[in-house]
């Protein structure tokens, strides 16, 4: 069965003057399957519904979420879980047990400090050069750290 992707490709060659053998050709399908959906325009792929499949860490799982939330706000590595859970009879690896536990982890951002200055206690600079074709522009850029008033402006 074609992506959605692979269909509207059909679609668009056919469209920009392509033979059914040569879409056949760029896209590594049958004649026949561009065939069939050149001519129903409302057949779209369709794929069933996947079981999940069990894993090695499913017996774990509640024992890690209640580890995670004990430990708030801190966070325990997926290092430490991975020692405690091989303790409890776990077989299988790190990289499994770290992509089920990144779903968890909340980042928190710092929080933004406003920084303020009295007027002429702090000035910053920068200095660059900008290449316009065979030309070199220098730029220099002095800003004041006072805050001021802006409606004055």
């Known amino acids: 069965m074609l992506t959605q992707e692979t269909l509207v490709e059909i679609h668009v060659l056919h469209r920009q003057g392509e033979s059914i053998r040569a879409i056949a050709q760029k896209l590594g399908v049958s004649r026949n399957t561009v065939r069939r959906y050149l001519?129903?325009?409302?057949?779209?792929?369709?794929?069933?519904?996947?079981?999940?499949r069990t894993t090695k860490l499913d017996p774990y799982k509640?024992?890690?979420?209640?580890?995670?939330?004990?430990?708030?706000?801190?966070?325990?590595?997926?290092?430490?879980?991975?020692?405690e859970i091989q303790d409890r009879g776990y077989a299988g690896g790190v990289s499994q047990?770290?992509?089920?536990?990144?779903?968890f982890?909340?980042?928190e951002s710092d929080p933004v400090v406003r920084f303020e200055t009295p007027p002429g206690k702090q000035m910053q600079v920068d200095f660059t050069?900008?290449?316009?074709?065979?030309?070199?522009?220098?730029?220099?850029?002095?800003?004041?750290?006072?805050?001021?008033d802006n409606a004055a402006f």
């Not at 890690?64 to 590595?77: C, D, F, T």
């Not at 047990?97 to 779903?103: E, G």
């Not at 900008?130 to 522009?137: A, C």
């Open 62 to 83: 509640d024992y890690l979420l209640a580890r995670i939330e004990a430990a708030k706000p801190h966070w325990i590595p997926a290092t430490v879980l991975l020692r």
């Open 39 to 52: 001519r129903d325009l409302s057949t779209v792929p369709t794929y069933p519904d996947r079981t999940q």
């Open 129 to 148: 050069t900008i290449s316009r074709h065979r030309r070199k522009i220098k730029a220099f850029v002095a800003t004041l750290g006072f805050p001021g």
């Open 105 to 107: 982890k909340t980042v």
């Open 97 to 103: 047990l770290k992509r089920y536990i990144t779903d």
